[in-house]
């Protein structure tokens, strides 16, 4: 059955009230910066400025600002400015509710409700149930930076009839100053689902596997054999290459039983238990030990009753600690992993 088009979404996006809005969204966490200080005190100025230039269609987007981060992977990140980000956020709130119930079930990454947590549940629950004992996992190469704009603005036109909302999403996909499209954007995260969405539904419909989970370009398909996972690789290969003009990462591409333990969402997973990954657990740590300092200074000796505080609970620390224990409280070793990081607190060097 084909689906509806959506129109009218473009000029509701653009009233008053909802860039207000889309101010406060943005501006979440960071309300002491520069830019959103600077933005803030001509607030209602700034807002009609961009709603002005967005109902003339002349709203420029850009330029976006470089830089590199280096975990969990060496990464280029387009930065967009805080203005431009007010705008992705009036531009997300029309558009997720729109693309959002199209999205594959198992789909996990930057949708609400979902998360690594309820991937990681959710695949060993699969493998516990399941007794299928070959599992293969593919990541897509560059994914970001690979994605073809062209293709992209054509699976957006399927589902939008909004000419307006159309031209702004092609401005602001071709405002990338590189190929693909930018990581950092909240836009990007929708639309990089949006892309991938294909795949979903070619392995969901057309090749009927039951077992398979997607969290962004990185995704486990459970079968019965060797021979089977090499047949859908291969089929997945041809559509993300002719279809979608990606490349699976082929040092990434694996099939092996679920015995050996199934990498995902850095986590380890066998029928029978659950491990934190090696450099997953590196980098908890890391940021742990780094907000600790920051919170506390390097020479700080926990004093009686420094869990139960509230002067601790307020901590950029706490929230790293207790996204630590969220993240570890799964794994068959999950008392002595916090138990070490502790003690490891408390000796901190100068």
Partial sequence: MRKRKAYGIFDPMTEFSNLVQAFYKASKGKKNRL???????????????????LRGETYPFGPYRSFYVTEPKLRLIESACFQDRVVHHAMYERLEPL????????????????????????????IRRSRLPIFLKCDIRRYFTSIDRD??????????????????LEKLILSAPRTGIPIGN??????????????????????????????????????????AARRLKETIREFVEDELKLELSPEKV???????????????????????????????????????????GRNYD???????????????????????????????????LQEKLVRELEILPP
């Fill in 35 to 53: 830019a959103v200080l600077s933005f803030q005190a001509n607030l209602e100025d700034n807002i009609f400025d961009i709603q002005e230039r």
């Fill in 99 to 126: 693309f959002d119930p199209q999205f594959y079930e198992y789909s996990f990454a930057c949708r609400s409700g979902r998360g690594t947590h309820a991937a990681m549940l959710t695949l060993g629950d699969w």
């Fill in 151 to 168: 293709k992209l603005l054509e699976i957006l036109k399927r589902s939008i009839g909004d000419d307006k909302m159309l031209r702004l």
């Fill in 186 to 227: 909240l836009t990007s995260q929708l639309l990089a689902n949006i892309y991938l969405n294909e795949l979903d539904q070619l392995v969901k419909r057309q090749l009927r596997v039951k077992y398979y989970i997607r969290y962004m370009d990185d995704f486990i398909l459970l079968t019965e054999s060797p021979e």
């Fill in 254 to 296: 694996r099939i092996g039983h679920v015995n050996e333990g199934v990498p995902f969402v850095g986590y380890c997973q066998r029928p029978k238990e659950v491990r934190v990954r090696g450099a997953a657990l590196r980098r908890m740590r890391k940021k742990v030990r780094k907000a600790y300092r920051k919170s506390f």
């Fill in 302 to 336: 926990m004093p009686e009753g420094f869990w139960e505080s509230k002067k601790t609970k307020r901590t950029a620390f706490y929230a790293s600690w207790s996204s630590y224990v969220g993240q570890t409280k799964y794994a068959k070793n999950a008392d002595y």
